[in-house]
């Protein structure tokens, strides 16, 4: 086994078993309620220990899936569509591990020290929030628009690869970035934990794919 097949067989394999902890760590996301400012400080505070080791973990595969799929792009002998796929998946990583951060640490340290600070710093906090919602959901949504660019650029290129597998992953791949995009445009769908748990799997199936015609073609051009 050579070098290169080596490393796309890794890859393909990092994308499959990414995609499940992706799934995994997304059906564990916590919510928080309270019908004021204060106890939905304390529910946050409580669920934070579990808000950041999803958030961590959601981190983690994001970063993973990118470099597996980077690996793709240069195995691929760097064609135009993916050239343009890395790029453009690279804008919504880094825009979704943002959003992430926001939403799984940042917030959790804001009800953290509001909690410890009393009644006007839980106050101070309430007004803060409603930020960090816009931009966690500011972040989200350009992420979601980057990376179904990029799954649908290396759709593009897939349709290259012999073989029914990777027609299906291209054909799916297409489909999904525009039904996706389309949706989430038209307002059908809001990137709460639902509609981002809705996202997730419809890019983990993509992600799953891919992985499969990794592992079954590594030495395809």
């Known amino acids: 086994m050579t070098d290169s097949t080596r490393t796309l067989r ?4 990092t994308l499959v078993s990414a995609s499940a902890l992706a799934v995994l760590a997304m059906s564990h996301h916590p919510t928080a309620h309270g019908s004021t400012g204060a ?24 970063v993973a899936i990118w ?3 980077d ?21 919504g990583a880094l825009a ?17 020290r509001a909690l410890a600070g009393g009644l006007e710093a839980v106050d101070d906090a309430v007004r803060v929030v409603p930020l960090t919602w816009a931009l966690n959901q500011t972040l989200a949504g350009f992420g979601v628009f ?5 799954i649908a650029a290396w759709s593009l290129d897939l349709w290259r690869v012999p073989g029914t597998l990777a027609r299906l992953a291209a054909g799916y791949g ?7 995009c389309g949706a989430f445009a038209l307002g059908l769908f809001h990137l709460d934990v639902m509609g981002m748990g809705a996202v997730v799997v419809a890019h983990c199936v993509w992600y799953v794919l891919a992985g499969l015609v990794m592992w079954g073609n590594p030495t395809a051009r």
């Open 10 to 13: 890794i890859a393909g394999a």
């Open 39 to 62: 106890e939905w400080m304390s529910e946050m505070a409580r669920v934070g220990g579990l808000s950041r080791g999803v958030h961590a973990a959601m981190i983690a595969t994001v």
């Open 67 to 69: 470099l597996a799929l």
């Open 71 to 91: 690996a793709w792009s240069q195995a691929r002998g760097g064609r135009g569509a993916v050239r343009i796929a890395v790029k453009i998946y690279g804008l």
């Open 96 to 112: 979704m591990i943002g959003a992430a951060l926001i939403n799984g640490f940042a917030v959790d340290s804001l009800a953290a």
């Open 146 to 150: 980057a990376m179904c660019g990029g």
């Open 174 to 180: 297409v489909l999904m970035a525009l039904v996706t």
